[in-house]
């Protein structure tokens, strides 16, 4: 049965999309049309590229810190300028590397730009903090940007999606009205559930949603010790406040929603253990939704 997925982003807890996609698999079930932000935009893509769900496995069991860390020259020699150079570079790594690693797992299924993956069968959320708006790539790059889509970058776009603030360098992209900072697009919907919807109630097919957290009216309360907490906390309530708005009581029974709080959106050394309890968990909640999913 085909179905349209959507995947929220979560960083390295990614990994228990995977683990979710082995059981829709098992089960008969393909995506026809993919959609994600940040880390789920790496699921997407990948998805978009005809990969299954155990390559994902593989692929995504292999990156460590070491691989995405690209550290400018300045701090192999002077390390402690990161923190002073922040303030410029608004990150503290480049994310080529990212990138790189998106890019070659995508050409090894001959995808390079959005040209060589049927129209409208992945779509991409970013931020765009210069315009002060959402982009969907490659949907918004003609009118926005002046960009022809089909010469575009599908690891460009991801790498932008993905671009989480603070630890990555926002991408910089020139358009009709100049340069654009753009950031990771889980800050302004890390969950675009909408995506898929045209508006007046009907669907091409069932939409799948899979979001790394728990769901809605069961989200844990945070504690707020001290400003950096605060922050954290600010920055967390922003992002569900959006997606709050799309995810109602009959949105909410197509999401699988993965609770994965024990591991970092970050934590990119985990063991073989937390990677296989990563990898069950999302197992686990797929078959549960599954049991009770009516499409």
């Known amino acids: 049965?085909?179905?349209?997925?959507?995947?929220?982003?979560?960083?390295?807890?990614?990994?228990?999309?995977?683990?979710?996609?082995?059981?829709?698999?098992?089960?008969?079930?393909?995506?026809?049309?993919?959609?994600?932000?940040?880390?789920?935009?790496?699921?997407?893509?990948?998805?978009?590229?005809?990969y299954s769900s155990q390559d994902l496995q593989s692929l995504l069991k292999t990156i460590s810190l070491e691989d995405l860390i690209d550290v400018p020259v300045p701090e192999r020699f002077f390390p402690f300028s990161k923190w002073l150079l922040l303030y410029y570079r608004m990150g503290l790594y480049k994310g080529n590397r990212l990138e790189k690693i998106i890019e070659g797992w995508l050409e090894n299924k001959g995808v390079r730009t959005f040209s060589d993956i049927p129209k409208g069968t992945l779509k991409v959320v970013c931020s765009d903090l210069t315009l002060g708006r959402m982009i969907v790539v490659p949907d918004d790059l003609k009118p926005v940007y002046g960009i022809d889509p089909a010469t575009f970058s599908v690891a460009k776009a991801v790498r932008m999606s993905a671009g989480l603030p603070y630890f990555f360098m926002p991408v910089k992209l020139h358009g009709k009205k100049g340069k654009s900072i753009i950031i990771d697009g889980g800050v302004l919907s890390n969950f675009p559930i909408w995506i898929w919807d045209n508006g007046k109630g009907a669907r091409k097919r069932p939409i799948l949603g899979m979001q790394l957290s728990d769901p809605p009216d069961k989200l844990p309360e945070r504690k707020i010790r001290?400003?950096?907490?605060?922050?954290?906390?600010?920055?967390?309530?922003?992002?569900?406040?959006?997606d709050a708005r799309y995810i109602s009581?009959?949105?909410?029974?197509?999401?699988?929603?993965?609770?994965?709080?024990?591991?970092?959106?970050?934590?990119?050394?985990m063991t073989n253990e937390q990677e296989e309890r990563l990898l069950q968990i999302g197992r686990t909640q797929a078959e549960m939704f599954l049991k009770r999913w009516s499409r």
């Open 249 to 269: 009581p009959s949105t909410s029974k197509d999401v699988i929603f993965i609770p994965v709080n024990e591991v970092n959106t970050t934590e990119f050394q």
């Open 1 to 50: 049965m085909k179905v349209d997925g959507v995947f929220s982003g979560g960083g390295v807890k990614a990994l228990a999309f995977a683990g979710a996609y082995e059981v829709l698999e098992e089960n008969g079930y393909t995506f026809a049309r993919v959609a994600g932000t940040s880390a789920g935009a790496i699921m997407a893509s990948l998805i978009a590229a005809g």
């Open 226 to 242: 001290n400003a950096i907490q605060m922050f954290h906390a600010l920055f967390k309530t922003m992002k569900q406040a959006h």
